[in-house]
């Protein structure tokens, strides 16, 4: 079984910065592309950014991108997600997710994803 745990969520303000991590143990290998994604009241979950096993290649919807920044740390099976700048639409919970096997390059769809965590909230306000 795969277990993947976010944490770093919380209240900022608009202009703010907040850093999420998920760390991921179980029965998986560490080469398996990751994902972020996130999901507001009311709304689809929907991609927030991806990155490639070895870290090389990123990925990033255009609502986020210029202002996240997702990175990895093989060696402690953890993601993280760096949110600068958020804005009050940035609100939703955010889930790290991986890949369903360990060929894809990024998981970028709901239909990508193998194990998805818990979720942890995030709130900005205006």
């Known amino acids: 079984q795969v277990q993947l745990v976010e944490s770093g969520g919380g209240l900022v303000q608009a202009g703010g910065s907040l850093k999420l991590s998920c760390v991921v143990s179980?029965?998986?290998?560490?080469?398996?592309?990751m994902g972020w994604f996130r999901q507001a009241p009311g709304k689809d979950r929907e991609f927030v950014a991806s990155i490639e096993w070895s870290g090389s290649s990123r990925f990033y919807a255009d609502s986020v991108k210029g202002r996240f920044t997702m990175s990895r740390d093989n060696a402690k099976n953890t993601v993280y997600l760096q949110m600068n700048s958020l804005k009050p639409e940035d609100t939703a919970v955010y889930y790290c997710?991986?890949?369903?096997?360990?060929?894809?390059?990024?998981?970028?769809?709901?239909?990508?994803?193998?194990?998805w965590g818990q979720g942890t909230q995030v709130t900005v306000s205006s």
């Open positions: 997710a991986t890949s369903r096997s360990a060929t894809m390059l990024a998981v970028t769809t709901i239909s990508d994803v193998g194990f």
């Open positions: 179980g029965r998986t290998s560490t080469r398996r592309a």
